[in-house]
């Protein structure tokens, strides 16, 4: 193309040399700065078809830089979510370690407000039964009716929970903390509100073998209902806490036995003076039993109690015995066990303080005869827990006992004991995450004496709980 391009050049300037020979030569240098620019034009034209074949060649590699950048990441995400969520499903580690033991913290804060309205009377302030429902202190007879208002933060209650492998051995031990337990007053609530620390459980665990202080082994803790309330439908319950030594046996992969030798002590009255009285003077421990059985859609538990009731004044000693049964379990509504009906029922001679925290005596003793006259209780208590949805259920409740006298004992001998008490509850749990829980609870409770006096109470409870 350049030769063609000369060739072109040479005729035109050899015609205008025909036509005007004087101009030849200033042609000829013109030619020459013509073929010059020519060419640099040319050489820039190149140069700019190469830069421009460059850069895209730039932009096709930075654009499959890019998609395989993208794609990398896109991968590595893909990863990470897949590594994450396989450790979400993996156990994580629970508890911290100290030396070869493994140490667990947990609990729960808890505010409690409650209105309570009284119908034959009024509870003292700073006691246990303006603290939660406690048949025993519904006021009774023809006082003015009374309506109170409480906040207490008392409930709060802290654990701690060890274990550790020896030589193995299975060893473990647990310790159960709260404010409400301690007795007395330890705060004022014009002020401080400070209340003491009170000891509730503490046990080890040596294999089969437990040492310390439990619930009784005669009560089945699975039938107290969620309530509000610190115990829940207290005059149809066993509910003890005391020191025992326990022996737990798995009779198959459902069941098991538990055996337990527990601490003796009793709550007795007088003739005349239904007060309790805690003697000191027992001498045989009280022997307990449980029979508990566990399945995918239920459980339940048989209990039994053989003890001895025993009192002294000035050296003179009176003893008798005592024997209880009680029948516990658990139904479940549905598979994810969020819904249950649980109930207990329990009968016994002289085992007051087993029941209701003893809402009747284990005995009366009659400083005529210097003997002790039986008390026989029954009482009963049942739940329903519905889930309305995963956040939200519903516990409705309902609880009685009844007491009955020696026939040697005259009505005017116990006139103003306790003869029976019932309540009935209904409540709504809300929980916006896993570890908060917001109550509000109803509660009906009457309470009758033998002579017939009698009282009732109506109270709303509301309450806030966070569990770690």
Known sequence: MRQSRKAWIGVLLGASALAMPHLASAQTARESQLEARLLKLEAEM????????????????????????????????????????????????????????????????????????????????????????????????????????????????????????????????????????SPGTQGSQRTTNGYNLALRRAYLQFDKFTFGQDWTTFQYTGALPESTDYVGGA???????????????????????????????????AVGAPTLVENGDDRMPDFTARLAHT?????LSLGGLVRQVRVENAGVAASTGGYGVSLGGKLFLNEAKTGDVRFMATYGKNIGRYVGLNFAPDAVYDPVSGKLRDVSVFAAIAAARIPLSPQVRLNVMGS???????????SANVATFNKQAWSGAVNLFYSPVKAIDLGVEYRHGERDLVNGADGSTDRIDFAAKYSF
């Open 400 to 410: 009685y006992q009844t007491v009955d006298y020696d026939s040697l004992l005259t």
């Open 46 to 181: 190149q140069q700019l078809r190469a830069d421009l074949a460059a850069a895209r060649d730039n932009q096709a590699q930075t654009a499959a830089n890019v998609q395989a950048t993208a794609q990398a990441a896109q991968a590595k995400s893909e990863e990470t979510a897949t590594k994450l969520a396989a450790l979400e499903k993996k156990p994580q580690a629970d508890g911290m370690k100290s030396g070869a033991s493994t140490i667990k913290i947990g609990g729960y804060l808890k505010l409690l407000a409650s209105s309570t309205h009284y119908d034959e009377g009024e509870v003292a302030t700073n006691s246990l039964g303006r603290d939660f429902y406690l048949p025993q202190t519904i006021p009774t007879g023809t006082g003015p009716a009374s309506h109170v208002t409480d906040f207490t933060a008392k409930q709060s209650r802290f654990w701690l929970n060890f274990g550790t492998d020896v030589a193995g051995h299975t060893v473990k031990g647990y310790v159960e903390t709260d404010f409400q337990t």
């Open 235 to 269: 005059e149809g319950t066993v509910f003890v806490r005391q020191p025992l030594v326990r022996y737990s046996a798995a009779l198959s992969k459902e069941t098991t036995l538990h055996l337990g030798v527990e601490n003796a002590e009793s709550g007795t009255a």
């Open 295 to 299: 399945g995918k859609r239920m459980e």
